[in-house]
């Protein structure tokens, strides 16, 4: 009986809760989820009590079983209760946030929100894990209160909401700006001739043309194929449209005629781009380019009128300046995931082997490449054969490759060192 007793109170329920089947002072539904632990708890202890005949038998599976059962269904109360908790606490983040909407503050106050995060990462040891993983589920439980907060926020902006055309919206990045446009109030109108069967729905048509009270709208998104970009802007530069222009290609320098064309017609244009694919959440920091084609503080502000959102890095660079950079963010980057997986394909080793065994560095580095093989690789190559400044790049990683071989093959640990540490410099800190 002792050790019976021990066990019981080593699980925290004690002989007083088991001979009265209550937890006194819990409320209805909690009382009713200890009564089942406790009735699980008593056939879990009655079948650990069973005389052993003279021997210590070794545990049984079904006795086993059932001892995991009880531990996994007092788990999913507490997930439960979890829950509840979330909700309550998503619907006081509501609260704030219409407060917000209706005095004009911000969404995200990053004082407050590093706050709770410092709290959850100072309560790890107390429970057993790494501050890394309280940081991560309280930092996806303040995401989510920003989520609800801004999604309150929307019936107020609604009242001031554009009405927005995205060319291009059966697209991947159409359809995702078609959302994320919608998602901040504003009215869209999808354009895209993959609808041509589509006409008649609410909101989808097959060409500009067809769309509705044209002198009403607000802007023109032109997400188009990159290699179609040009095109467009030419066919809206020879058009009757009055709407200002947002055009998002992520190489520029072959629209320059056409920008200046349509400046010259008296048309508003803005050219931007969006640092990230179709599959970004938009709840997490969204950086987009502005390439400044004239007056960078009015080009600012009519860009944030219409992007509005707690999480948007808006940069600000001339754009004469965007495809030099863009040819290390975007070329390299797409340029190295492919060379990975290409080089794979010459090494005469089975892939199941090599993702059998794989190190933590191979998974990363193949992770990354699936990102880029995954995607339209008419896109990757539009981004590097439209890109006038990928001769450089090119050649930049020709040297680079050059110089750590050349230091491998000739034992010049020196060099090898002295080539990483300039590498780790241009890496952003972590």
């Known amino acids: 009986m002792a050790r019976q007793s021990e066990r019981m109170c080593n699980g925290r329920i004690t002989s007083k809760t088991l001979n009265s ?27 650990q009590s069973r005389p052993s005949r003279g021997r210590t038998p070794k545990p049984e599976r079904k006795t086993m079983v059932r001892k995991i059962d009880v531990l996994r269904n007092e788990i999913a109360d507490l997930d439960r209760d979890l829950l509840e908790l979330i909700e309550r606490r998503f619907r006081l983040a509501a609260e704030v946030g219409r407060f917000k909407a209706e005095q004009g503050l911000p969404v995200t106050v990053k004082q407050v929100e590093e706050r709770v995060k410092q709290r959850a990462r100072d309560a790890a040891a107390t429970c057993g894990v790494s501050p890394g993983i309280m940081d991560a589920i309280f930092g996806a439980i303040i995401n989510g209160s920003v989520e609800r907060q801004y999604r309150v926020g929307i019936e107020e902006r609604a009242r001031i909401a554009k009405r927005l055309v995205v060319l291009g919206a059966a697209g991947s990045m159409g359809g995702w700006l078609s959302s994320f446009l919608g998602s901040i109030g504003h009215r869209i109108e999808a354009v895209d001739p993959a609808w041509l069967d589509a006409e008649g729905v609410e909101g989808r048509h097959a060409s500009l043309g067809t769309v509705p009270d044209p002198d009403s709208l607000d802007g023109i998104f032109v997400a188009t194929p990159l290699g179609t970009t040009e095109a467009v802007l030419q066919e809206l530069a020879d058009g009757g449209f009055s709407a200002p222009i947002f055009e998002i290609a992520s190489i520029k320098s072959h629209l320059a005629p056409v920008h200046s064309r349509l400046r010259k017609a008296g048309r508003t244009v803005y050219s931007i781009h969006p640092m990230f694919g179709p599959s970004k959440n ?137 080539s990483l540490a300039r590498a780790e410099g241009m890496l952003p800190p972590e």
């Open 21 to 47: 089947g209550s937890i006194a002072g819990r409320p209805g539904k909690m009382r009713d989820r200890e009564r089942i632990r406790t009735r699980l708890m008593r056939e879990y202890i009655l079948i």
């Open 282 to 418: 938009p709840y997490q920091p969204l950086t987009v380019i502005h390439a400044v084609l004239d007056d960078a503080e009015a080009e600012r502000q009519a860009i944030l009128e219409v992007l509005t959102h707690p999480y948007l890095n808006l940069v600000s660079m001339p754009f004469a300046e965007h495809d030099r950079i863009s040819g290390w963010l975007l070329g390299l980057s797409h340029l190295t995931g492919m060379l990975f997986a290409a080089a794979l394909t010459r090494s005469g080793t089975d892939p199941a082997v090599l993702h059998r065994v794989a190190s933590t560095s191979f998974e990363r580095q193949a992770a990354t490449s699936r990102s880029v093989l995954d995607g339209n690789s008419d896109l990757f190559f539009s981004i590097q054969r439209l890109n006038p400044y990928r001769g450089a790049v090119y050649a930049a990683l020709s040297e680079a490759l050059s110089e750590l071989t050349a230091a491998v093959e000739g034992d010049d640990r020196t060099t090898f060192a002295e």
